[in-house]
């Protein structure tokens, strides 16, 4: 039975459990619209992504015209839109709605949340993740792991590895210009954005370390914030994925666990 003041945490907790037992229903199946039809959701192609139940029916709308990882998320994010509303006989989202009584967007944007944590869970099952952490811990090299046996991108890959540690940390994927084309934080009193869509100053150790494919290399430097910000120093684990861009994690020193001393290769 649940409590009837479930916390926040409490909410998302009872709702991953509920999505991981109906995903085992259906074999872990990583293909939204298999999953769909098993699950009685009818799929719509459309130039946006949502989720609909009207008089008893229930669909999905996927843009398909994306790439093919980012359709395949946004369909399993809108699956789990279903699944929320499913979960506990409705309980979960009565209870969000509840707690945000005084702002449905807020309910809303925090229900999206929920559902890019539930597609991540969708596409690279705990099993997998189990996996991957075993032979590299918690690191760049474990996301890049869930890339090549999930078919996940590596930002969402990127956030299935952080979120699933409840340690403080920023993650940064980055092309080789240095670019920041994307990046999150996790586990953080406040919200401390790191942001996007510019450019790491050549001087920065990002830039100026020498990485090799799949190898991770460590190091201290400051979180690069996009304000310029340069005074948090944190412990940097950094690779290069398959594609030339780097996979950047930053924690505190004493949140890093060490595997062992050689840092294998991913393949």
């Known amino acids: 039975m649940l409590d009837?003041?479930?916390?926040?945490?409490?909410i998302r907790d009872a709702f991953l459990r509920e999505v991981e037992r109906r995903h085992a229903e259906h074999e872990f199946t990583t293909d939204y619209r298999a999953l769909a039809q098993r699950l009685g959701v009818t799929v719509v192609a459309g130039r946006s992504n949502q989720a609909i139940t009207t008089s008893g029916e229930r669909f999905i709308v996927v843009d398909e015209q994306v790439a093919e990882q980012?359709?395949?998320?946004?369909?399993?994010?809108?699956i789990a839109h279903h699944l929320f509303e499913e979960s506990e006989d409705g309980y979960l989202r009565a209870r969000l709605k509840d707690i945000f009584h005084h702002s449905p967007e807020a309910a809303k944007h925090h229900e999206e949340d929920l559902c890019d944590a539930a597609a991540a869970l969708l596409l690279m099952p705990n099993h997998l993740l189990q996996e991957a952490v075993r032979v590299h811990g918690h690191s760049p090299l474990t996301a890049l792991f869930l890339v090549t046996r999930s078919g996940a991108s590596a930002q969402a890959a990127l956030r299935r590895v952080m979120w699933h540690r409840d340690v403080p940390s920023f993650g940064v994927l980055m092309n080789a210009k240095g670019l920041v084309l994307d990046s999150v934080n996790h586990g953080h009193a406040k919200s401390y954005p790191?942001?996007?869509n510019f450019l790491v100053e050549e001087q920065h150790a990002l830039r100026t370390s020498s990485f090799a494919p799949d190898i991770m290399e460590m190091f201290d430097a400051p979180v690069p914030f996009s304000n310029g910000n340069r005074g948090w120093i944190m412990r940097v684990r950094a690779c290069l994925d398959g594609r030339g861009r780097t996979l950047a994690f930053f924690n505190r020193a004493e949140h890093v666990i060490r595997i062992d001393d050689r840092q294998p290769a991913l393949f």
């Open 70 to 78: 980012r359709a395949r998320f946004s369909g399993l994010h809108e």
């Open 4 to 10: 009837d003041e479930l916390s926040l945490h409490q």
């Open 194 to 196: 790191i942001g996007r």
